[in-house]
């Protein structure tokens, strides 16, 4: 029997790909990249066409031999790793590390893991796409270039801990200029008046003023308004002209990348990262239980621009609205959606992969947030696809005296696609039947309201509003919107204040001192054709080599000033006030950010050095004070009563006269394994970093440890200690001897 190897990214993706290819067929995740530059260089080479060093990631090793092992074995080798730029990234690192050349690799996508489109993949095996390769390794080059050239300069210059990027220090820079947008802004008064009326046929109407005949009057105080309802109290109000029209209203495409964030943003209260992280799950697949045929992928792939839709899933939508809502719900003809000029075209847009399996028929096998998203998804494919909804408009000019008021009322005459997916949002809910309005009908005043208002300022960004004006502006690609948000959170930049992203004290700083020393990278328009440049080399029509080229040359320049006005530049960032009251002095507590995290602080210090430790949210964490538990042991230096403590490390011996008295003494726990060299008992130990470790209880005086359990049980190919490598199983203490039962653990 043949025997073929294919290898994908999720582990998630394997149980439904392996049952749909078959027993010849062995099927193996990566998870996710096996190589990566390395973390304590730059690994670019900036002299030498920009030659990159990677290196196999931490903790990859097992993997990748494993990988080996089955490549000799297997008569062909498939790289089925996500059909995007970083998918073609890791097939390309993975053949090389398995020593295939990309030309003879046999790379296959699969837009969604459905039975069909899987088989369908694997006939059409191609060559890994080095213009796609090399379109993602620009990225991550250009990425680490700014990341690693401008971070320490901003940790000499504003704090330690902070970061730069091409498209996060962008994203900050939208945030803080909104904020200063709405510190500067003025409200201005305006005056609004609204009329209840009734028609000859007692229907109630409401009709807001406009102006009079020679167009609209703004109301700019309370005296234009008290002019207008002095003069309209009395008067008679007419319909000087009525007009019934029909509109139609279409549906929204379906989702893309950065429209599913928006809309779940808005209509489900998800954050981008929570809803990509649901929506990896519901394209990888998910066991509904064996009256739904096992696993299944549920949508299609979620990183995509594209608003294409194919044939089949169009046919299939049409039948199942057809079945569903009536024929009177499908489109004369299918409907056909135009993506962005700027969109990659090789993945459909965001749809379910199987329109037999409806959300409520899979809603017991789902959790919580997938069926809601995957819900959202299908509601509103189903309804791009259908008929337009009717709407019928009512529309009057109604004169009281030389003034002139206006009323607009609409019923929806024929759902159509809204049956579906409703998306008339917050918009005032229609009237089920027009009211009858004719010219020259009077119509009786019940109420006659005027009120001030003031115009707002602009409104802060949502995780939805930003990424639709990052996707406007062409900046960074909508699978990153999610990890650039979460990035300029955690670095302090901005903050949350429920669906607002706020920028702070820090991240005005930042932005100020990036646009006078680095104002390109922080430039829309730069960052924007950053973008085209790196489109250009997935499509062959440049080269990495000249793209990186013509970005450094410009960037080493202008690092090389900002270098020499170092010292010109620091700088300091003003303490943030919060709410929290110190109790010793009665000042407001200023937030400080610390080696150990943020943390609040008397702002009267060194007279006052009160400092309370803050949550994530700013919220005061109360300290936890637990009695020591007591013992009837005594000091070896004081002779004071030795109690037993706890910390992060775990419970330990220590005088109770601390801390005159700093005596302490480890508590050690044997594993009831004795030691190979010596025979004492093996305890339990925690390194610098709290990590677990196994060592002889003599230690110093018996140098035995190990990272991996030592057992009781011998090797029966030397009779030596076996130790637990966890996760995998037993293996000998002698490295020459090589006895390991992993195999026998599969």
């Known amino acids: 029997m043949q025997h073929y190897l294919v290898i994908i990214e999720s582990p998630y993706k394997a149980p439904a790909i392996n049952s749909y290819l078959g027993k010849e067929y062995k099927v193996m995740a990566s998870v996710g990249h096996v190589r990566d530059l390395p973390k304590s260089t730059l690994g670019v080479d900036t002299d030498h066409d920009f030659a ?46 398995l020593g295939i050349k990309p030309e003879e690799a046999n790379r296959v996508t699969f837009n969604d893991i459905t039975k069909k489109t899987v088989l369908a993949g694997m006939e059409h095996p191609r060559a890994i796409d080095m213009n796609l390769v090399n379109s993602q390794q620009a990225r991550r ?57 009734k028609t000859p046929k007692r229907a109630k109407i409401t009709a807001k003023f406009f102006g009079d005949k020679n167009g609209k009057i703004e109301l700019a105080c309370e005296d234009d308004a008290k002019k207008v309802t002095d003069a309209c109290e009395n008067g008679e109000f007419i319909v000087s002209a009525s007009e019934v029209t029909k509109k139609h209203r279409s549906p929204n495409p379906p989702f893309i990348t950065s429209t599913l964030q928006q809309e779940a943003s808005k209509r489900l209260g998800f954050q981008s990262k929570r809803t990509m992280l649901v929506a990896q799950e519901l394209y990888e697949g998910i066991n509904l239980g064996t009256e739904n045929g096992g696993t299944h992928g549920l949508i299609t792939y979620m990183r995509t621009d594209s608003l294409r839709v194919s044939d089949e899933a169009a046919e299939a939508a049409k039948d199942f609205i057809i079945s569903k809502y009536g024929s009177d719900c499908y489109p004369s003809k299918r409907r056909v959606f ?77 759902k159509g696609y809204m049956l579906a997916y409703d998306d008339t949002g917050d918009e005032a809910q229609p009237k089920t039947k027009l009211p009858e309005l004719s010219a020259g009908d009077r119509l009786t005043k019940e109420a006659l309201d005027s009120k001030q208002n003031f ?12 990424i639709k004006f990052l996707e406007e502006k062409g900046i960074g690609r909508p699978s990153t919107y999610a990890q650039t ?22 991240g005005e700083a930042t932005v100020k001192l990036m646009k006078k020393n680095f104002p390109e990278i922080v430039d829309y328009k730069f960052t924007a054709s950053v973008e085209e440049d790196l489109d250009k080399i997935a499509r062959g029509e440049e080269t990495m080599t000249e793209v990186l080229g013509d970005f450094y040359g410009d960037f080493s320049k202008t690092l090389e000033k900002a270098q020499e006005s170092i010292k010109d530049n620091k700088v300091k960032i003003p303490d943030e006030e919060s709410d929290i009251i110190c109790e010793k002095c ?6 400080k950010h610390g080696r150990f995290g943020t943390f609040a602080a008397c702002p009267g210090y060194p007279e006052c050095k009160n400092t309370k430790a803050i949550d994530k949210k700013g919220n005061v964490m109360e300290k936890k004070t637990e009695e020591p538990e007591k013992t009837d042991m005594k000091c070896e230096k004081c002779g004071g009563d030795i109690v037993i403590r706890s910390s992060s490390y775990g419970r330990f011996y220590a005088c109770s006269n601390f801390p005159k008295c700093r005596y302490t003494k480890a508590i050690l726990e044997p594993i009831g394994v004795k030691c190979p060299k010596c025979g004492s008992d093996i305890v339990k130990a925690y390194g610098k970093k ?46 020459a001897c090589g006895y390991k039962d992993f195999e026998d653990k599969k």
């Open 338 to 414: 135009k993506s962005n000029a700027s969109a990659q075209d090789a993945h459909e847009a965001i749809r379910p992969a199987d329109l037999t399996l409806p959300p409520e028929r899979v809603k017991g096998t789902l959790s919580s947030d997938q069926y809601k998203l995957y819900k959202l998804i299908w509601d509103r494919f189903i309804a791009s696809q259908m008929k337009n909804a009717e709407l019928e408009v009512l529309s009057a000019d109604i004169s009281c005296g030389e003034y002139i008021f206006k009323s607009s009322e609409y019923v929806v005459s024929f």
């Open 485 to 506: 948000i979460t990035t300029i959170v955690q670095r302090g930049y901005v903050k949350r204040e429920k669906k607002a992203l706020v920028s702070t004290p820090l």
């Open 141 to 197: 080059i250009l990425d680490r270039i700014v990341g690693y050239k401008i971070s320490p300069y901003l940790w000499k210059t504003v704090r330690s801990g902070l970061s730069a990027g091409r498209v996060q220090s962008v994203a900050t820079r939208i945030i803080v200029e909104r904020e200063a947008e709405i510190k500067a802004f003025v409200p201005k008064e305006y005056w609004t008046i609204e009329a209840t009326l």
């Open 52 to 97: 990159v060093k990677y290196i196999n990631i931490k903790g990859k090793s097992d993997i990748i031999n494993q990988l080996k092992k089955e490549v000799k074995n297997a008569d062909k080798v498939y790289f089925a790793t996500d059909p995007d730029r970083e998918g073609e990234a890791i097939s390309w690192h993975l053949a090389t590390v």
């Open 586 to 591: 009665g000042r407001k507590m200023v937030i």
């Open 690 to 735: 709290k990590n677990l470790y196994y060592r002889c209880e003599k230690y110093p005086e018996c140098d035995f440890s190990s990272w991996d359990l030592p057992t009781a049980e011998k090797c029966p190919k030397c009779g030596k200690m076996l130790f637990e490598k966890k996760g995998k199983g037993l293996y000998c203490a002698d490295a």
């Open 455 to 466: 115009t707002d300022p602009p409104a802060h960004y949502t995780e939805g509003s930003l």
